[in-house]
């Protein structure tokens, strides 16, 4: 039972990229799902989430307006589209399962974190 971030990788400022969350083990349809990101000598922050049905989304006051994020449950995926990329976004991302916004304090609800996949954002 786990969940997969991949799609990272080396992007100039202002550019894009979309990171895909795949579940196995799972239905990922019966839960909340978060997009959480750590940069290096920083904490862990939640960057985005969004409900079951994909309805319902949610961001920090740092990506609103550049992330969004969506779901596509018959394929088990969560993706997070990033657009106008700051080199403050770069950062290691992942995804899991979570118990909700607020985006600034919603936690995991299960599974371990995993490697998540890099952005890095050159100026």
């Known amino acids: 039972v786990q969940l997969q971030a991949s799609g990272g990788g080396l992007v100039r400022t202002g550019g894009s990229l979309r990171l895909t969350c795949a579940a196995s083990?799972?239905?990922?349809?019966?839960?909340?799902v978060g997009w959480f990101r750590r940069a290096p000598g920083k904490e862990r922050e939640g960057v985005a989430c969004?409900?079951?049905?994909?309805?319902?989304?949610y961001y920090s006051d740092s990506v609103k307006g550049r992330f969004t994020v969506s779901r596509d449950n018959a394929k088990n995926t969560v993706y997070l589209q990033m657009n106008s990329l700051k080199p403050e976004d770069a950062a290691v991302y992942y995804c899991?399962?979570?118990?909700?916004?607020?985006?600034?304090?919603?936690?995991?609800?299960?599974?371990?974190w995993g490697q998540g996949t890099q952005v890095t954002v050159s100026s």
């Open positions: 899991m399962t979570v118990d909700g916004p607020p985006v600034a304090t919603m936690s995991a609800t299960f599974g371990s």
């Open positions: 083990g799972f239905a990922l349809d019966y839960h909340t």
């Open positions: 969004i409900n079951r049905s994909g309805d319902s989304t």
